[in-house]
């Protein structure tokens, strides 16, 4: 039988379909890095650059056009750059962490060394 507490307790409010699917979508967002968006956004950005080819007769909006791209595409370029750098700096650490949980524990070094030893007596 139930007790007065679980009948006290306050029921959890109802979510709807679009709760869930919000939530699932704040939390894939919250996964993905900055550079997904960046390569998304790369064929709009040269969708918006056809623009170019059929406004020549313009010079500041041709030169203002041509500056957003190369401004876009320095933005993508230097986020690949910093993207490289933290995949490297995780690999390291990676390989840094599997280093000392192994070869650095005396009990595997000692293991490691009689085994040498015993292959190299033979």
Do not use: C
């Amino acid at each position: 039988m139930p007790s007065v507490s679980e009948f006290s307790e306050q029921p959890k409010p109802v979510k709807t379909g679009w709760m869930y699917l919000r939530e699932g979508l704040l939390r894939a967002r919250a996964r993905r890095p900055f550079s997904f968006y960046l390569l998304l956004a790369i064929p709009v950005a040269l969708l918006a650059a056809v623009n170019l080819l059929e406004n020549r007769d313009s010079p500041v909006q041709f030169a203002t056009t041509v500056g957003l791209l190369v401004a876009f595409f320095g933005v993508v370029m230097l986020r690949a750059v910093a993207d490289v750098f933290d995949i490297t700096r995780d690999h390291l650490r990676g390989r840094r962490e599997v280093a000392r949980g192994t070869l650095f524990q005396p009990e595997f070094a000692k293991a490691l060394g009689e085994k040498v030893r015993g292959a190299h007596d033979e």
